[in-house]
């Protein structure tokens, strides 16, 4: 069992950043694969970046690379999703999320966070 707590999120302006933490607890967590997601009210969850369990791999989706940085830290059991030149399109509610595969569907992801808002006005 994987609990996964996310935090981080506000309002910042277009061309802002924003740096998300995401706290996993147990003693599992160097085993998962960690990804961020993210979600539009009305709209479906979409994948953002995916980082593998030893952190040497991470798949970003198109709109974001460049711009958004993920990292971790297996002994402080955290992953971090760095933001930079935010724009008006990334506001949605951003939710961390383990799977045990290197994954970009949601479907493979087994636990996840309650959610962060980040609002980027514009």
């Known amino acids: 069992q994987v609990q996964l707590v996310e935090s981080g999120g506000g309002l910042v302006q277009a061309g802002g950043s924003l740096r998300l933490s995401c706290a996993a607890s147990?003693?599992?967590?160097?085993?998962?694969?960690m990804g961020w997601f993210r979600q539009i009210p009305g709209k479906e969850r979409e994948f953002v970046v995916v980082i593998s369990s030893s952190g040497g791999s991470t798949s970003y989706t198109d709109s974001v690379k460049g711009r958004f940085t993920i990292s971790r830290d297996n002994a402080k059991n955290t992953v971090y999703l760095q933001m930079n030149s935010l724009k008006p399109e990334d506001t949605a509610v951003y939710y961390c999320?383990?799977?045990?595969?290197?994954?970009?569907?949601?479907?493979?992801?087994?636990?996840w966070g309650q959610g962060t808002q980040v609002t980027v006005s514009s």
């Open positions: 147990g003693r599992t967590f160097s085993s998962y694969a």
């Open positions: 999320a383990a799977s045990r595969f290197f994954a970009r569907s949601r479907a493979q992801y087994d636990y």
